[in-house]
Protein backbone atom coordinates (compact mmCIF):
# COMPACT_ATOMS: atom_id res chain seq x y z
CA UNK A 1 0.00 0.00 0.00
CA UNK A 2 2.76 2.29 0.87
CA UNK A 3 5.09 2.01 -2.98
CA UNK A 4 2.60 4.08 -4.75
CA UNK A 5 2.98 6.76 -2.67
CA UNK A 6 6.75 6.46 -2.67
CA UNK A 7 6.96 6.35 -6.47
CA UNK A 8 4.72 9.61 -6.43
CA UNK A 9 6.78 11.08 -3.80
CA UNK A 10 10.15 10.58 -6.24
CA UNK A 11 8.56 11.85 -8.75
CA UNK A 12 7.82 15.00 -6.96
CA UNK A 13 11.57 15.32 -5.53
CA UNK A 14 12.55 15.24 -9.05
CA UNK A 15 10.45 17.24 -10.66
CA UNK A 16 11.41 19.67 -8.12
CA UNK A 17 15.04 19.04 -8.71
CA UNK A 18 14.40 20.05 -12.26
CA UNK A 19 12.76 23.43 -11.31
CA UNK A 20 15.74 24.59 -9.51
CA UNK A 21 18.16 23.31 -11.93
CA UNK A 22 15.73 25.72 -14.82
CA UNK A 23 15.32 28.12 -12.59
CA UNK A 24 19.31 28.42 -12.16
CA UNK A 25 19.86 27.85 -15.40
CA UNK A 26 17.23 31.16 -16.28
CA UNK A 27 19.40 33.64 -13.29
CA UNK A 28 23.30 32.59 -14.69
CA UNK A 29 22.01 32.99 -18.33
CA UNK A 30 20.41 36.77 -17.56
CA UNK A 31 23.53 37.06 -14.85
CA UNK A 32 26.05 36.20 -18.07
CA UNK A 33 23.94 38.61 -20.98
CA UNK A 34 23.95 41.50 -18.87
CA UNK A 35 28.29 40.97 -17.63
CA UNK A 36 28.35 40.76 -22.01
CA UNK A 37 26.80 44.10 -21.66
CA UNK A 38 28.67 45.39 -19.54
CA UNK A 39 31.82 44.25 -21.44
CA UNK A 40 30.28 45.45 -24.71
CA UNK A 41 29.85 48.94 -23.80
CA UNK A 42 32.71 50.42 -24.25
CA UNK A 43 33.17 49.38 -27.69
CA UNK A 44 29.45 50.53 -28.01
CA UNK A 45 30.66 52.65 -31.06
CA UNK A 46 33.23 50.76 -32.48
CA UNK A 47 30.48 47.62 -32.97
CA UNK A 48 27.63 50.10 -34.24
CA UNK A 49 30.18 51.62 -37.05
CA UNK A 50 31.69 48.29 -37.91
CA UNK A 51 28.34 46.81 -38.53
CA UNK A 52 27.05 49.79 -40.53
CA UNK A 53 30.22 49.22 -42.69
CA UNK A 54 29.86 45.74 -42.69
CA UNK A 55 26.40 46.35 -43.91
CA UNK A 56 26.90 49.43 -46.43
CA UNK A 57 30.01 47.57 -47.93
CA UNK A 58 28.35 43.87 -48.19
CA UNK A 59 28.20 43.94 -51.80
CA UNK A 60 31.64 44.70 -51.86
CA UNK A 61 32.44 41.60 -50.24
CA UNK A 62 30.22 39.20 -52.18
CA UNK A 63 32.04 40.53 -55.83
CA UNK A 64 35.43 40.04 -54.22
CA UNK A 65 34.77 36.81 -52.47
CA UNK A 66 33.15 35.64 -56.11
CA UNK A 67 36.57 36.91 -58.11
CA UNK A 68 39.28 36.00 -55.04
CA UNK A 69 37.49 32.90 -54.64
CA UNK A 70 38.70 33.38 -50.73
CA UNK A 71 36.30 35.50 -48.20
CA UNK A 72 39.37 36.06 -45.76
CA UNK A 73 41.38 37.84 -48.33
CA UNK A 74 37.88 38.88 -50.11
CA UNK A 75 37.57 40.76 -46.38
CA UNK A 76 41.05 42.22 -46.20
CA UNK A 77 40.89 43.71 -49.69
CA UNK A 78 37.46 45.46 -48.72
CA UNK A 79 38.93 46.73 -45.20
CA UNK A 80 42.39 48.29 -46.96
CA UNK A 81 39.03 50.32 -50.11
CA UNK A 82 37.05 51.00 -47.51
CA UNK A 83 40.01 52.45 -45.11
CA UNK A 84 41.54 54.33 -48.22
CA UNK A 85 37.74 56.25 -48.36
CA UNK A 86 37.57 57.01 -45.18
CA UNK A 87 40.85 58.12 -43.35
CA UNK A 88 42.21 59.45 -46.19
CA UNK A 89 39.59 62.25 -46.32
CA UNK A 90 39.60 62.36 -42.60
CA UNK A 91 42.90 63.17 -42.40
CA UNK A 92 42.80 66.03 -45.01
CA UNK A 93 39.52 67.27 -43.19
CA UNK A 94 40.84 67.59 -39.58
CA UNK A 95 44.16 69.19 -40.75
CA UNK A 96 42.22 72.43 -42.38
CA UNK A 97 39.32 72.44 -39.62
CA UNK A 98 42.35 72.92 -37.02
CA UNK A 99 43.92 75.30 -39.53
CA UNK A 100 40.76 77.28 -40.73
CA UNK A 101 39.42 77.57 -37.52
CA UNK A 102 42.69 78.93 -35.60
CA UNK A 103 42.88 81.27 -38.64
CA UNK A 104 39.14 82.45 -38.79
CA UNK A 105 39.15 83.18 -34.77
CA UNK A 106 42.54 84.99 -35.13
CA UNK A 107 40.59 86.97 -38.12
CA UNK A 108 37.70 88.25 -36.10
CA UNK A 109 39.68 89.33 -32.86
CA UNK A 110 41.88 91.07 -35.24
CA UNK A 111 38.48 92.76 -36.73
CA UNK A 112 37.06 93.45 -33.39
CA UNK A 113 39.90 94.66 -31.70
CA UNK A 114 41.18 96.66 -34.78
CA UNK A 115 37.58 98.75 -34.48
CA UNK A 116 37.10 97.54 -38.35
CA UNK A 117 33.46 96.24 -38.04
CA UNK A 118 32.29 99.45 -35.65
CA UNK A 119 33.32 101.44 -38.45
CA UNK A 120 31.46 99.47 -41.47
CA UNK A 121 28.76 99.45 -39.80
CA UNK A 122 28.75 102.99 -37.83
CA UNK A 123 28.89 104.09 -41.65
CA UNK A 124 25.28 102.52 -42.19
CA UNK A 125 22.80 105.03 -40.75
CA UNK A 126 20.24 102.73 -40.45
CA UNK A 127 22.00 100.19 -38.13
CA UNK A 128 24.44 102.59 -36.36
CA UNK A 129 21.91 102.99 -33.39
CA UNK A 130 21.29 99.18 -33.12
CA UNK A 131 24.68 98.64 -33.31
CA UNK A 132 25.83 100.53 -30.26
CA UNK A 133 22.95 99.94 -28.24
CA UNK A 134 24.05 96.24 -28.41
CA UNK A 135 27.51 97.28 -27.87
CA UNK A 136 26.66 98.81 -24.57
CA UNK A 137 25.73 95.38 -23.27
CA UNK A 138 28.13 93.06 -25.12
CA UNK A 139 32.66 93.30 -25.05
CA UNK A 140 33.07 92.08 -28.39
CA UNK A 141 36.56 92.41 -27.75
CA UNK A 142 36.82 90.51 -24.49
CA UNK A 143 34.47 88.11 -26.41
CA UNK A 144 36.44 87.82 -29.53
CA UNK A 145 39.59 86.91 -27.27
CA UNK A 146 38.01 84.79 -24.86
CA UNK A 147 36.96 82.73 -28.03
CA UNK A 148 40.02 82.82 -29.55
CA UNK A 149 41.82 81.39 -26.50
CA UNK A 150 39.29 78.87 -26.35
CA UNK A 151 39.94 77.87 -29.97
CA UNK A 152 43.50 77.72 -29.72
CA UNK A 153 43.65 75.74 -26.46
CA UNK A 154 40.63 73.37 -27.84
CA UNK A 155 43.14 72.86 -30.94
CA UNK A 156 45.47 71.49 -28.56
CA UNK A 157 42.95 69.07 -26.66
CA UNK A 158 42.11 67.84 -30.03
CA UNK A 159 45.35 67.31 -31.21
CA UNK A 160 46.13 65.63 -28.00
CA UNK A 161 43.10 63.38 -28.15
CA UNK A 162 43.73 62.09 -31.90
CA UNK A 163 45.63 58.80 -30.71
CA UNK A 164 42.47 57.86 -29.24
CA UNK A 165 40.67 58.32 -32.04
CA UNK A 166 43.27 56.17 -33.90
CA UNK A 167 43.04 53.63 -31.86
CA UNK A 168 39.37 53.81 -31.93
CA UNK A 169 39.75 53.95 -36.23
CA UNK A 170 41.72 50.76 -35.87
CA UNK A 171 39.33 49.01 -33.93
CA UNK A 172 36.60 49.83 -36.06
CA UNK A 173 38.73 48.12 -39.39
CA UNK A 174 39.58 45.31 -37.10
CA UNK A 175 35.92 44.20 -36.39
CA UNK A 176 35.09 45.05 -39.28
CA UNK A 177 37.50 42.57 -40.70
CA UNK A 178 35.61 39.69 -39.18
CA UNK A 179 31.82 41.20 -39.84
CA UNK A 180 32.52 41.09 -43.27
CA UNK A 181 34.56 37.57 -43.29
CA UNK A 182 32.47 36.00 -41.02
CA UNK A 183 28.96 37.38 -41.61
CA UNK A 184 27.40 34.29 -42.38
CA UNK A 185 28.24 32.40 -39.81
CA UNK A 186 26.79 35.82 -37.64
CA UNK A 187 23.80 35.85 -39.22
CA UNK A 188 22.82 32.15 -38.86
CA UNK A 189 24.27 32.22 -35.30
CA UNK A 190 21.73 35.18 -34.77
CA UNK A 191 18.63 33.34 -36.36
CA UNK A 192 19.11 29.71 -34.54
CA UNK A 193 19.40 31.41 -31.35
CA UNK A 194 16.46 33.92 -32.02
CA UNK A 195 12.58 32.89 -30.64
CA UNK A 196 11.19 33.95 -34.11
CA UNK A 197 10.39 32.16 -37.02
CA UNK A 198 12.17 32.31 -40.21
CA UNK A 199 10.51 34.70 -41.66
CA UNK A 200 10.14 37.36 -39.08
CA UNK A 201 13.97 37.06 -38.71
CA UNK A 202 14.41 37.40 -42.57
CA UNK A 203 11.92 40.44 -42.06
CA UNK A 204 13.66 41.95 -39.21
CA UNK A 205 16.85 41.61 -40.37
CA UNK A 206 15.82 43.38 -44.04
CA UNK A 207 14.39 46.11 -41.58
CA UNK A 208 17.17 46.41 -39.71
CA UNK A 209 18.98 46.67 -43.26
CA UNK A 210 16.98 49.34 -44.89
CA UNK A 211 16.75 51.55 -41.51
CA UNK A 212 21.61 51.61 -41.84
CA UNK A 213 21.27 51.87 -45.81
CA UNK A 214 18.13 54.69 -45.23
CA UNK A 215 20.38 56.70 -42.17
CA UNK A 216 23.34 56.78 -43.64
CA UNK A 217 22.42 57.66 -47.26
CA UNK A 218 19.57 59.53 -46.31
CA UNK A 219 20.81 61.29 -43.61
CA UNK A 220 24.78 61.21 -43.90
CA UNK A 221 25.00 61.86 -47.62
CA UNK A 222 22.53 64.23 -48.16
CA UNK A 223 23.43 66.30 -44.97
CA UNK A 224 27.53 66.03 -46.31
CA UNK A 225 26.03 67.27 -50.12
CA UNK A 226 24.48 70.43 -47.76
CA UNK A 227 27.38 71.23 -46.21
CA UNK A 228 29.70 71.04 -49.36
CA UNK A 229 27.03 72.96 -51.13
CA UNK A 230 27.38 75.68 -48.27
CA UNK A 231 30.97 76.16 -47.54
CA UNK A 232 31.61 76.37 -51.35
CA UNK A 233 29.38 79.70 -51.26
CA UNK A 234 31.04 80.53 -47.96
CA UNK A 235 34.61 79.79 -49.89
CA UNK A 236 33.04 81.82 -52.81
CA UNK A 237 32.25 84.62 -50.47
CA UNK A 238 35.65 85.14 -49.22
CA UNK A 239 33.99 84.70 -45.44
CA UNK A 240 36.31 83.05 -42.64
CA UNK A 241 37.19 78.91 -42.54
CA UNK A 242 34.53 78.13 -45.05
CA UNK A 243 35.51 74.16 -44.45
CA UNK A 244 35.01 74.07 -40.72
CA UNK A 245 31.38 75.85 -41.46
CA UNK A 246 30.59 73.77 -44.06
CA UNK A 247 31.33 70.66 -42.01
CA UNK A 248 28.70 72.54 -39.16
CA UNK A 249 26.20 72.90 -41.75
CA UNK A 250 26.68 69.10 -42.26
CA UNK A 251 26.00 68.27 -38.89
CA UNK A 252 23.48 70.39 -38.16
CA UNK A 253 21.54 68.98 -41.57
CA UNK A 254 21.70 65.51 -39.81
CA UNK A 255 19.37 66.69 -37.07
CA UNK A 256 15.77 67.05 -38.19
CA UNK A 257 14.31 69.98 -37.02
CA UNK A 258 17.17 71.78 -37.86
CA UNK A 259 19.67 72.51 -40.84
CA UNK A 260 22.24 74.28 -42.36
CA UNK A 261 20.13 77.53 -42.22
CA UNK A 262 21.25 77.94 -38.41
CA UNK A 263 24.89 78.89 -39.80
CA UNK A 264 24.24 80.65 -43.19
CA UNK A 265 21.30 82.81 -41.86
CA UNK A 266 23.23 84.52 -39.25
CA UNK A 267 26.33 84.69 -41.86
CA UNK A 268 23.67 86.58 -44.30
CA UNK A 269 23.03 89.01 -41.72
CA UNK A 270 26.94 89.30 -41.04
CA UNK A 271 27.20 90.63 -44.38
CA UNK A 272 24.06 92.59 -44.08
CA UNK A 273 26.09 94.45 -41.18
CA UNK A 274 28.63 94.70 -43.20
CA UNK A 275 27.16 96.04 -45.54
CA UNK A 276 27.64 93.70 -48.60
CA UNK A 277 24.35 93.69 -49.90
CA UNK A 278 24.90 91.64 -52.59
CA UNK A 279 26.60 88.89 -51.05
CA UNK A 280 24.23 88.59 -48.08
CA UNK A 281 21.34 88.46 -50.73
CA UNK A 282 23.55 86.07 -53.05
CA UNK A 283 24.17 83.64 -49.72
CA UNK A 284 20.01 83.77 -48.73
CA UNK A 285 19.17 82.72 -51.84
CA UNK A 286 22.20 79.97 -51.88
CA UNK A 287 20.64 79.07 -49.22
CA UNK A 288 17.06 78.99 -49.47
CA UNK A 289 17.12 77.63 -53.34
CA UNK A 290 19.78 75.37 -53.25
CA UNK A 291 21.47 74.35 -49.75
CA UNK A 292 17.36 74.44 -48.63
CA UNK A 293 15.99 72.14 -51.07
CA UNK A 294 18.76 69.19 -52.11
CA UNK A 295 17.05 67.23 -48.98
CA UNK A 296 14.07 67.32 -51.08
CA UNK A 297 15.54 66.40 -54.22
CA UNK A 298 17.89 63.73 -53.10
CA UNK A 299 16.50 62.19 -50.23
CA UNK A 300 13.80 60.35 -52.33
CA UNK A 301 16.29 58.89 -54.97
CA UNK A 302 18.60 57.63 -52.05
CA UNK A 303 15.98 56.85 -49.60
CA UNK A 304 12.87 55.78 -51.10
CA UNK A 305 10.72 53.70 -49.25
CA UNK A 306 13.25 52.22 -46.92
CA UNK A 307 13.26 54.38 -43.74
CA UNK A 308 9.27 53.70 -42.68
CA UNK A 309 9.31 56.23 -39.94
CA UNK A 310 7.36 59.47 -39.63
CA UNK A 311 9.17 62.47 -39.55
CA UNK A 312 8.62 63.02 -35.70
CA UNK A 313 9.53 59.28 -34.68
CA UNK A 314 12.60 59.90 -36.95
CA UNK A 315 13.84 63.35 -34.76
CA UNK A 316 13.10 61.10 -31.90
CA UNK A 317 15.24 58.44 -32.44
CA UNK A 318 18.14 60.79 -33.66
CA UNK A 319 18.29 63.32 -31.07
CA UNK A 320 17.53 60.69 -28.63
CA UNK A 321 20.29 58.22 -29.97
CA UNK A 322 22.42 60.93 -29.48
CA UNK A 323 21.48 61.84 -25.93
CA UNK A 324 21.47 58.21 -24.88
CA UNK A 325 24.60 56.95 -27.13
CA UNK A 326 26.83 59.29 -28.29
CA UNK A 327 27.95 59.75 -32.27
CA UNK A 328 26.78 55.93 -32.51
CA UNK A 329 22.92 56.94 -31.67
CA UNK A 330 23.09 58.51 -34.95
CA UNK A 331 22.67 54.86 -36.68
CA UNK A 332 21.64 52.86 -33.38
CA UNK A 333 18.79 54.76 -32.39
CA UNK A 334 16.32 54.59 -35.15
CA UNK A 335 17.69 51.00 -35.43
CA UNK A 336 16.45 50.67 -32.09
CA UNK A 337 13.24 52.05 -32.69
CA UNK A 338 12.85 50.35 -36.19
CA UNK A 339 13.39 46.67 -34.03
CA UNK A 340 11.05 47.74 -31.51
CA UNK A 341 7.91 48.80 -33.93
CA UNK A 342 9.13 45.29 -36.02
CA UNK A 343 8.68 43.26 -32.61
CA UNK A 344 5.26 45.31 -32.09
CA UNK A 345 3.71 44.16 -35.16
CA UNK A 346 4.93 40.57 -34.36
CA UNK A 347 2.92 40.37 -31.22
CA UNK A 348 0.09 42.36 -32.85
CA UNK A 349 -0.18 39.58 -35.31
CA UNK A 350 0.53 36.53 -33.19
CA UNK A 351 -2.40 38.15 -30.84
CA UNK A 352 -4.43 38.28 -33.84
CA UNK A 353 -3.98 34.53 -34.96
CA UNK A 354 -4.92 33.21 -31.22
Not at 1 to 7: E, I, K, R
Not at 221 to 250: C, D, I, K, R
Given at each position: ?7 K ?10 H ?26 V ?143 I ?26 Y ?35 A ?96 R????
Open positions: MQAPNTHQDDYDWGSKSVQTLVMMLLTVLGLYLCYKMAIPFLALVWALTLAVLFSPLQGYLERKLKASGLAALVSVLIIGLIVVIPAVFVGQQLLFQAVKGAQSIEVKLSSGEWQHKLEAQPQLAPLFKKIEQRIDFPGASAAFTQWVNTSAADIVKASAVQILGLCLIFYVLFFFLRDRRMFLHAARHSPLSPLQMEALLERIGDTIHATVGTFAVASVQGLLGGLMFWWLGLPAPLLWGLVMGMLVIPMLGAFVIWAPAALFLLLEGAWHDALTLSLWGMLVVGTVDNLLRPVLVGDRLRLHTVLTFLSVVGGLMVFGAAGLILGPVILVITMAMLEFWSANTTL
